[in-house]
């Protein structure tokens, strides 16, 4: 089944403990992209990547890091989470030139 | 960073009602989507839109391109409770990935 996974679904940390949210898709996607949804702000870009070792900074990327060394995973770092960043996260692939991204089932993220 | 405003922002609606949902933007857009999101689920591509003044639907969906390439309209007729979410426009800039959201629209459906 052609799906976009992330682990884990709910996380709880306190404030400055580094953390990563794992990404991964089976779709042999180009583009992967990072997003987290706040109550009427709508999904603002986080990061973005148009292929292996090739990212890109989006709307809201203070306080982030990725990586993508493969095509088909696209972790996102929190070197040092602060409150402010307690949201949810939602990971997202699509074929080069393809409107249609898929996005996986979300993080819950709470930072203490 | 960029963001599409989106209106109304919550709907509570009965049963067998239409609902209307527009999605406007100071850019021009050359692909506009929505998306729609269930509870505790990632957003779900609903209707893709590539011409300005065009009308596509999908079931009981029906969603315009604004001629002017800046804004959109959703409109769901007879909605049903499975309607109930989060309903997303995005719009695309011409040859890139990015995808631009808007602020969201909750539904509430009531039997």
């Known amino acids: 089944e052609a799906q976009v996974t992330q682990n884990p679904r709910y996380l709880i940390t306190v404030t400055g403990k580094k953390l990563t949210v794992t990404c991964s898709q089976n779709?042999?996607?180009?583009?992967m992209s990072w997003y987290r949804q706040d109550p009427g702000l709508g999904l603002r870009q986080i990061y973005y990547?148009?292929?292996?070792?090739?990212?890109d900074k989006g709307d809201v990327p203070e306080g982030y890091k990725v990586s993508r060394k493969e095509k088909r995973n696209f972790p996102l770092i929190l070197e040092s989470p602060s409150p402010n960043q307690t949201s949810l996260y939602f990971c997202?692939?699509?074929?080069?030139?393809?409107?249609?991204?898929?996005f996986g089932p979300g993080t819950r993220l709470t930072v203490l | 960073g960029q963001q599409l405003n989106q209106s109304p922002q919550s709907m509570f609606i009965q049963e067998g009602e239409d609902v209307s949902m527009n999605c406007t933007s100071s850019?021009?857009?050359?692909?506009w989507l929505w998306y729609k999101q269930d509870p505790g689920e990632g957003p779900v591509l609903l209707i893709a839109?590539?011409?300005?003044?065009e009308l596509t639907s999908n079931g009981r969906l029906t969603a315009q391109f604004g001629i002017t390439r800046k804004d959109s309209f959703l409109n769901i007729s007879a909605s049903i409770p499975s309607d109930v979410g989060i309903y997303f426009c995005?719009?695309?800039?011409?040859?890139?990935?990015?995808?631009?959201f808007g602020t969201g629209t909750r539904l509430q459906v009531f039997p």
């Open positions: 997202a692939s699509s074929s080069r030139g393809s409107d249609t991204q898929y």
């Open positions: 779709m042999n996607h180009e583009y």
């Open positions: 990547s148009m292929n292996v070792e090739v990212t």
């Open positions: 850019s021009i857009f050359n692909t």
């Open positions: 839109l590539y011409k300005a003044g």
């Open positions: 995005a719009g695309q800039l011409y040859s890139t990935d990015k995808l631009i």
